[in-house]
């Protein structure tokens, strides 16, 4: 069974500090994808990124980096610099591959202040 | 990029009476298309897979005759909540995949039910 942790349920930070989110999974697929997504007040997800458990090279997207390490079953989510326009709660999902269906974990519910 | 629109974004029912949630793929066809649910802040669960011209496949301890799936068409399922109760209320979110076996989805905007 596949399983998603995000230990933290909320952070605080003040705008340009950065701030990592920690994210670990469980499953017994050697092959499965990660994946991070945003959710803002209004709701909707938006996707951020997605990862194969082949590839554990670590992205930088803008102000954003993610660092898969698949000897700790992690992803996390580093924001560097945070602005206010970050908050939101961000959710890290895990699927097998060859299925659509994603198991998310908990979510982190980020709150930037100015 | 694909979208999938999903409508009405929020709705407030009566209890007792059904409401109907629109999912659409608008510019590919989604093969399969999920539905989650959401309770205040709370993660994402997934209710149901549906496959076009066939029968959904419900997640464990999801009613299906309280939650119909319907998935007519490439481009469009429907979740109905029937006889709907305040428990009910929540954020429905769907998202459609182009192809089974794909592990890649694309979400709605989501809906958010309130059954008073």
């Known amino acids: 069974a596949q399983k998603v942790t995000q230990a933290q349920t909320e952070i605080s930070v003040v705008e340009k500090e950065d701030v990592t989110l920690d994210c670990v999974y469980e499953t017994r697929d050697t092959t499965y994808y990660l994946f991070w997504y945003k959710q803002p007040p209004s709701g909707e997800l938006v996707f951020l990124i997605r990862r194969n458990s082949f590839d554990e090279q670590n992205e930088i997207s803008g102000r954003y980096s993610w660092n898969f390490q698949k000897s700790t079953s992690s992803f996390n989510f580093t924001i560097t610099a945070s602005q206010v326009v970050d908050s939101a709660v961000y959710f890290c999902?895990?699927?097998?591959?060859?299925?659509?269906?994603?198991?998310f974990g908990k979510g982190t519910m980020l709150l930037v202040s100015p | 990029g694909a979208v999938v629109s999903q409508h009405p974004s929020r709705v407030i029912c009566k209890s007792g009476t059904s409401v109907k949630i629109e999912c659409r793929s608008l510019d590919f066809q989604a093969t399969t298309m999920f539905w989650y649910r959401q309770f205040p802040k709370q993660s994402l669960m997934l209710m149901a897979t549906?496959?076009?011209?066939?029968?959904?496949?419900?997640e464990q301890g999801v009613e299906k005759d309280k939650f119909l799936i319907n998935h007519a068409s490439l481009t469009l399922s429907t979740l109905t909540v029937t006889s709907a109760h305040p428990e009910d209320s929540s954020f429905y979110i769907c998202s459609a995949s182009r192809k089974q076996g794909s592990t890649e989805a694309f979400f709605g905007q989501g809906t958010r039910l309130t059954v008073v």
């Open positions: 549906s496959n076009e011209g066939s029968k959904a496949t419900y």
């Open positions: 999902a895990l699927s097998e591959a060859g299925y659509s269906t994603l198991t």
